[in-house]
């Protein structure tokens, strides 16, 4: 297999290290207004990894959607749940991303934290996604129920990643117990492929592309596989705050909902502000597969990835949709 081309080191460059992730704080801002929001706004603080999967809600600042709901939005770059989940727990955001298996983790573990709006959603078909189960071009693997007994690697362990890698086997007739998963940060996980250290490993854009070109094979679309409409993840705050402070919920999902139709609906604009708070190549970012953006979240799909973890021990009970998704037409 060649090694990664230049697009790829390119795109391992970016912030963009890992979706659904842990970590620290990065310490940055995106955007640095003065405290207490601009004249006549209320600020609205929100922590966001910076990764595509977020391009709506920059998308939906330039073009205004927050200042014509009264408010000063501040974007935060965090690096994924563990920094997103405690910062809305003492308030140090108002809302943040976190990708749906965190969120039922996090209630599973106590924590009552509820889904205002969503993010991000599987484009849902065979041919491709923006996330996918990659091998080596010479592997013996050729589909999903080849994975049985072999080892893949995930950007974190015990979530959305391995959950729907093993819920796909599954799927595909196969045994998703018998998969054992290493952590591997996504720009590194074509190289464990490579020199032999996982057997196959998920990837997501913007690395997911330049792996295929440099030779990769995808075997599985892990987040399709599992449901067509799986939401991968959304923007959340406490219920505490739902109910204290309900207009500045109902403008912010409000905000939100304008910025996600208009990202569906130009994807050009995507890909372009992407760039703006990304370091990702503009030649990759126009190659790259784009997640869906829909308003609502799909019940029946937050369902299944809900029974996957609970049948895989991630959480100790099944979610209370009704606890964490908004209701139904919201």
């Known amino acids: 297999m060649k090694r990664l081309s230049t697009l790829l080191i390119a795109a391992s460059a970016s912030l963009a290290l890992a979706a659904c992730g842990s970590g620290s704080p990065s310490g940055s801002t995106v955007e640095s207004e003065a405290a207490g929001g601009a004249e006549g706004l209320t600020e609205v603080r929100v922590g966001a990894i910076p990764i595509g999967d977020v391009a709506p809600i920059h998308l939906g600042k330039a073009q205004g959607f927050f200042e014509d709901e009264g408010l000063d939005l501040v974007i935060e770059n965090t690096t994924g749940g563990a920094v997103a989940v405690p910062g809305v727990v003492s308030g140090d955001f108002d809302f943040a991303f976190g990708n749906t298996v965190s969120l039922m983790v996090a209630r599973d573990q106590g924590l009552d934290l509820k889904y205002v709006a969503n993010g991000t959603t599987t484009v849902g078909g065979s041919d491709g996604d923006f996330a996918g189960v990659v091998v080596a071009e010479d592997s013996d693997i050729q589909d999903a129920t080849d994975l049985q007994g072999k080892t893949v690697s995930s950007n974190n362990l015990a979530n959305i990643g391995d959950t729907s890698v093993r819920s796909a086997v599954d799927k595909a007739g196969g045994d998703g117990?018998?998969?054992?998963?290493?952590?591997?940060?996504?720009?590194?996980?074509?190289?464990?492929?490579?020199?032999?250290?996982?057997?196959?490993?998920?990837?997501?854009?913007?690395?997911?592309?330049?792996?295929?070109q440099s030779g990769a094979r995808v075997v599985s679309w892990p987040y399709a596989e599992t449901h067509p409409d799986l939401d991968i993840g959304g923007y959340f705050t406490t219920t505490e705050k739902i109910e204290q402070e309900p207009e500045l919920v109902g403008k912010f999902t409000a905000a939100m909902k304008k910025s996600m139709e208009y990202a569906q609906e130009n994807p050009d604009e995507v890909r372009e502000i992407i760039g703006t708070y990304t370091k990702t190549d503009k030649a990759l970012l126009e190659e790259i597969t784009l997640p869906r953006f829909v308003p609502e979240f799909h019940r029946d799909a937050a369902q299944a990835l809900g029974e996957a973890a609970l049948k895989y021990g991630t959480i100790s009970k099944a979610p209370d949709l009704d606890a964490l998704l908004p209701a139904e037409g919201q």
């Open 177 to 212: 117990s018998t998969l054992e998963f290493v952590e591997v940060a996504f720009p590194d996980a074509l190289a464990a492929v490579e020199n032999g250290q996982v057997d196959a490993a998920l990837i997501l854009e913007p690395f997911l592309t330049p792996a295929v």
